[in-house]
């Protein structure tokens, strides 16, 4: 009975793993296809769409305002997120756990909720600046994945550290660089990772904040597809799954993968 | 303010520290000559964190005044004490290996790589690790975490070394080996420390003398031969080792002493106190013989236990429970037999009731 349950549990887990990967498999095989159909390759494979993803109506800019306001909003989070969880974590203050509740928030909340109602706000404030309203609204997308690991990383911290520091010779600057920060760096490198790929891939917050030259790539993207569906775009999702692969295998062989799941422990 | 001897490696002077409405140290004084081991001794929460924190600079106290080799250091920030702790936690730096904790401080002063190896070799040595060097910190368990944590405090050549319970977390035998493993490597390089503990065998064993605190003071500062056979207080004497007790009122006093009458009959005690005042009466169970003497009871046996060198056997005198030490060959009482039994005036020791309610 009980080998039985095993044996139907693992069914499970390798079926869900298949059904969360067959979409990823199809788009990397239809990106070398040699023809311009969206289909599986039969008759070898070929290049040509990815040399021709450069050349697509106004790429270069979408991908650097991608990655340009996901480094950004990665960055400003890392700072007022640690800041934040310190002072949830340390502060002693009443009802910090509210305060923690608030802040993970917008984790839970549709994206298209958030985008009409950031929409909304910048109107009414008569906030118009469309690229700054973009990375305000990336800010409150990628805030919470910062707060909750960097919250998750500190109560785990033991603040001894810092004051083993001290009585070793470090002065407190000293012994926040020096001891601090390198001790919580699985943390920052989880929590920016997350944050990065959140902002990076957002497409139903950031589709209420744009206007006709600032186009984020998610929303480039689905214009392509609208426009000229052709394995270009296959071949675009594929690279940016290889890149998405590739932080997660760094960011592994650093804290390891199970960390990051939040499976450990 | 008392003056600062001038012999004294580190002196605690006057030092007291509030926590809001809770007092966690009152009037600390405690001087220590160099290469000394003195050993805080008190149940918890009884302040002794505290009070290495303070030496430590990890925490400014009220009132008083901490010096080191004659130089005032109440308010130095730990890094410029050279005061080194091994903490509770150990607190090891989980980003760098063995050898990185050990030459930490090390690398701070700037001293050139060469020089960081050998001495963090050295350290290591003295600690039995040398082969740990480029171990992670989570690969170690907790015997050898306690000993990079002791390595790495030892290798800046600190002029205090300060030990938080830094043996409880071992299990017995280990702790035992490490005692006087750490005694032995504290007379090698001649550091003056401060150790703290809970447990009076852990205090007895290691320490040139023992400070027994009980919230927030320090009852008694002795060697552990003194504190043994004269505890200043009944808390010291209920700490450290075995006794027997009993509380009565003084019915008389002269010149030799008084009498005590307690619950279980009169006893003579070589001490004057005020008549009608409240006393304990005590000794430790090893005076106590089964023979009349100076101060001989009746009592019940309620127990027995053969221990090999030596046999314990619990009486009932009137209601309150005493253990006496018998040398191991002597015939055993039986269980439910009346017996007398008594000690010496001269191993006679009485407090005060009223010291500590
Ligand atoms: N930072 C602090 N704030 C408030 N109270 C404290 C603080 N540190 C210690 N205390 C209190 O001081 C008392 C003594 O603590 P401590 O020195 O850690 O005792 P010990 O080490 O003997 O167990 C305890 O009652 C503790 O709750
Ligand atoms: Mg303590």
């Known amino acids: ?265 | 303010m008392t003056a600062p001897d001038a012999g004294l490696h580190l002196s605690i002077s006057n030092v007291s520290k509030r926590f809001g409405a809770t007092t966690v140290l009152e009037d600390i004084h405690l001087g220590m000559a160099k290469g000394e081991l003195v050993t805080l001794l008190g149940p918890s929460g009884c302040g002794k964190t505290t009070l290495l924190r303070v030496v430590a600079g990890l925490t400014h106290p009220d009132t008083g005044r901490v010096e080191l080799a004659g130089r005032d250091i109440t308010r130095a920030p730990p890094y410029k004490r050279n005061v080194g702790v091994v903490f509770q936690s150990y607190a090891l730096f989980p980003h760098l290996d063995v050898a990185g904790n050990v030459g930490f401080g090390l690398k701070l002063r700037g001293l050139p790589k060469a020089d960081i190896a050998s001495a963090v070799h050295r350290a290591l040595s003295l600690v039995h690790l040398e082969r740990y060097a480029d171990r992670p910190i989570r690969a170690l368990s907790g015997g050898q975490q306690q000993r990079v944590a002791l390595a790495r405090a030892i290798a800046v050549e600190p002029s205090v070394i300060l030990f938080d319970e830094a043996l409880s977390a071992l299990d017995r035998k280990l702790r035992e080996a490490m005692q006087s493993e750490l005694r032995h490597l504290l007379t090698q390089i001649g550091a003056t420390a401060i150790f703290v503990t809970h447990d009076q065998e852990e205090a007895l064993t290691m320490s040139d003398r023992v400070a027994v605190m009980y919230k927030g003071r320090i009852d008694q500062l002795a060697d552990p031969r003194t504190l043994y056979d004269q505890p200043a207080t009944a808390f010291a004497l209920s700490f450290v080792g075995q006794s027997l007790s009993l509380k009565g009122k003084v019915v008389s006093s002269d010149a030799d002493g008084s009498v005590v009458e307690t619950s279980a009959g009169p006893l003579r005690v070589p001490r004057r106190f005020l008549r009608g005042s409240s006393v304990i009466v005590a000794t430790r169970p090893e005076h106590v013989t089964l023979t009349a003497g100076d101060n001989t009871l009746t009592g019940t046996v309620v127990g027995a236990t053969f221990q090999g060198s030596r046999s314990l056997v619990e009486i009932d005198a009137a209601g309150t429970r005493l253990t006496a030490e018998m040398p191991g060959r002597c015939t055993l009482p039986e269980r439910g037999e009346t017996v007398i039994f008594s000690w010496p005036l001269s191993e006679t020791l009485s407090f005060s009731g009223e010291e500590h309610a």
């Not at chain 1, 509210?98 to 909720?113: D, E, F, H, T």
């Open chain 1, 1 to 265: 009975m009980k080998q039985l349950a095993i044996i139907v549990s693992w069914a499970a887990a390798v079926f869900a793993c298949l059904f969360l990967l067959a979409p990823l498999v199809v788009i990397a095989a239809a990106s070398f296809s040699p023809t311009p159909v969206f289909d599986l390759p039969t008759g070898g494979a070929s290049l040509r769409w990815y040399s021709r993803i450069g050349t697509l109506d106004g790429f270069w800019p979408a991908l650097w305002l991608s990655v340009e306001i996901a480094v950004l909003s990665t960055l400003i989070s890392l700072v007022v997120g640690t800041l934040a969880a310190i002072a949830i974590t340390r502060g002693k203050l009443p009802g910090s756990e509210i305060l923690a509740a608030a802040l993970v928030s917008p984790l839970m909340m549709p994206g298209l909720v958030l985008g009409i109602g950031l929409l909304q706000y910048y109107r009414s404030v008569g906030f118009t600046a469309s690229w700054s309203g973009l990375l305000l609204a990336h800010l409150v997308i990628t805030l919470p994945y910062v707060a909750r690991t960097m919250i998750a990383g500190l109560s785990r911290f033991d603040f001894t550290l810092i004051e083993a520091g001290l009585t070793l010779g470090c002065t407190w600057p000293q012994s926040i660089v020096r001891v601090m920060i390198p001790a919580l760096a699985p943390s920052f490198l989880i929590a920016s990772l997350f944050s990065f790929l959140a902002s990076f891939d957002n497409y139903p917050v950031s589709i209420f904040l744009t206007d006709v030259r600032t186009k984020t790539l998610p929303i480039k993207m689905l214009q392509y597809i609208e426009e000229a569906p052709d394995p270009t775009i296959a071949a675009l999702s594929t690279i940016i799954l290889a890149g998405t692969v590739a932080l997660l295998l760094i960011a592994d062989r650093a804290v390891g993968l199970s960390r990051m799941a939040g499976t450990a422990e």
